[in-house]
């Protein structure tokens, strides 16, 4: 984790390769289909610092948006590899469709 080149093979350490557009919100199929069809394809569950547990019904919708072209084939996912260009990922660890459940 953190180790130089984590992200990408082809990205120097440093560059910016996305900007993250985040909305907080419940998870639902609608507002996956909703929010898909605006470039949040993936979400992140929200963590209590103190105790480390979950939010009971909360997510963090994400969108990225890339700003360079490269070759995203590393970080905790290697197997949603894909070459990137300047844009919306909408193959950025597309998890939104997976029902929340803490």
Do not use: C
Not at 49 to 54: F, N, P
Not at 70 to 89: M, R
């Amino acid at each position: 984790f953190g180790a130089p080149q984590w992200w990408s093979s082809d990205a120097d350490d440093g560059e910016l390769l996305y900007i993250v557009h985040a909305i907080i919100d419940t998870w639902s199929m609608g507002k996956a289909e909703n929010y898909a069809s605006r470039g949040y394809i993936h979400y992140h569950e929200l963590v209590k610092v103190s105790d480390g547990s979950l939010h009971p019904i909360k997510v963090v919708w994400l969108k990225h948006i890339a700003r360079a072209t490269f070759t995203l084939d590393g970080g905790p996912h290697p197997e949603f590899t894909h070459q990137v260009t300047p844009g919306i990922d909408y193959e950025f660890i597309p998890n939104g469709d997976q029902p929340y459940n803490p």
